[in-house]
């Protein structure tokens, strides 16, 4: 069975940095696409990044381009969110989760179907 762990996130204050990890077990963390989601309380859950396992392209939505960053470490078999510039609309719980492909900035959950337990990023003074 697939799983997918996430870690890193924590208490931080705005305009601060987190790197989150996501690492996959039972697959390396190229053989799928991983894209990165977060949710916060009362809100819809918002996909958030992705890369492609054919190519590495990177996508990301309007509200964390710029300041969000994803890459992949084929050594470590994981995953990366590197949050920078945070700010409280940004406070979630976030998770990574896999799909057949990404190929653009519109990151819709019903197209991955393996999910990690998510970790909760808090951005508070």
């Known amino acids: 069975q697939v799983q997918l762990e996430e870690s890193g996130g924590g208490l931080v204050q705005p305009g601060t940095s987190l790197r989150l990890s996501c690492a996959p077990s039972r697959f390396t963390s190229d053989y799928y696409s991983i894209g990165w989601f977060r949710q916060a309380p009362g809100k819809e859950r918002e996909g958030i990044s992705c890369?492609?396992?054919?190519?590495?392209?990177?996508y990301y939505a309007d509200s964390v381009k710029g300041r969000f960053s994803i890459s992949r470490d084929k050594r470590r078999n994981s995953v990366y969110l590197q949050m920078n510039s945070l700010k409280p609309e940004d406070a979630a719980r976030y998770y990574c989760?896999?799909?057949?492909?990404?190929?653009?900035?519109?990151?819709?959950?019903?197209?991955?179907?393996?999910w990690g337990q998510g970790t909760q990023v808090t951005v508070s003074s």
């Open positions: 989760a896999t799909a057949i492909s990404c190929s653009s900035s519109v990151i819709v959950d019903l197209l991955f179907n393996y």
């Open positions: 890369i492609s396992s054919s190519d590495g392209s990177t």
